[in-house]
T-cell receptor, first 114, second 113 residues
Framework: QQQVKQSPQSLIVQKGGIPIINCAYE??????FPWYQQFPGKGPALLIA?????SEKKEGRFTISFNKSAKQFSLHIMDSQPGDSATYFC?????????????FGRGTQLTVWP | DTGVSQNPRHKITKRGQNVTFRCDPI?????LYWYRQTLGQGPEFLTY????????KSRLLSDRFSAERPKGSFSTLEIQRTEQGDSAMYLC???????????FGDGTRLSIL
């Protein structure tokens, strides 16, 4: 059972466009929602994260929008650049475990055309 | 750069052989995680160490898999009698505490012939 559902699977935008990646979850106990960026041959790198008591968080060109009632959150990339072409993963943390277990979505492969 | 380091980066082996991967976490991080990532999927949790103690294991970690973290520093993940289905990227992550971000290494890509 997929704890975090991510869409779309792939996304193609022109340079300067605003790609939006969506994630949904069921477990209302999740307490932390990070986004990771992964380039080919590299490990995931933390991009931005949000907690459920905040509806929006911005860091540079990256924004997370969080809708607690709908159990959905999304990543927006402003003024996208070819260098943003990568796979993006959303995740959610289970507060019930001592390890802070993360559940990942299946990823979105973003391509930004110049 | 003193990030998470994993070796080897790639491993090709024949089915039935044993393989061992190494992870060196960020030096002050006492929490260490192993994940598996297959094509088109996000990382899936395998096991977790706090210092030298292995505190949690996923159902994905069959009895052919064993992980250690002697002295709470580096960790090794061994797969015995490898199978085709073991082909994947094995990722290691570390964190300072439960509420701090997990930082990933670049993984070891395992290919089973």
């Amino acid at each position: 059972q997929q704890q975090v559902k991510q869409s779309p699977q792939s996304l193609i935008v022109q340079k300067g466009g605003i790609p939006i990646i969506n994630c949904a979850y069921e477990n209302t106990a999740f307490d932390y929602f990070p986004w990771y960026q992964q380039f080919p041959g590299k490990g995931p790198a933390l991009l931005i994260a949000i907690r459920p008591d905040v509806s929006e968080k911005k860091e540079g060109r990256f924004t997370i929008s969080f809708n607690k009632s709908a159990k959905q959150f999304s990543l927006h990339i402003m003024d996208s650049q070819p260098g943003d072409s990568a796979t993006y993963f959303c995740a959610a943390r289970d507060p019930g475990s001592t390890l802070g277990r993360l559940y990942f979505g299946r990823g979105t492969q973003l391509t930004v055309w110049p | 750069d003193t990030g998470v380091s994993q070796n080897p980066r790639h491993k090709i082996t024949k089915r039935g052989q044993n393989v061992t991967f190494r992870c060196d976490p960020i030096s002050e991080h006492n929490r260490l995680y192993w994940y598996r990532q297959t094509l088109g999927q996000g990382p899936e949790f395998l096991t977790y160490f706090q210092n030298e103690a292995q505190l949690e294991k996923s159902r994905l970690l069959s009895d052919r898999f064993s992980a250690e973290r002697p002295k709470g520093s580096f960790s090794t993940l061994e797969i015995q009698r490898t199978e085709q289905g073991d082909s994947a990227m094995y990722l290691c992550a570390s964190s300072l505490s439960r509420n701090q971000p997990q930082h990933f290494g670049d993984g070891t890509r395992l290919s089973i012939l």
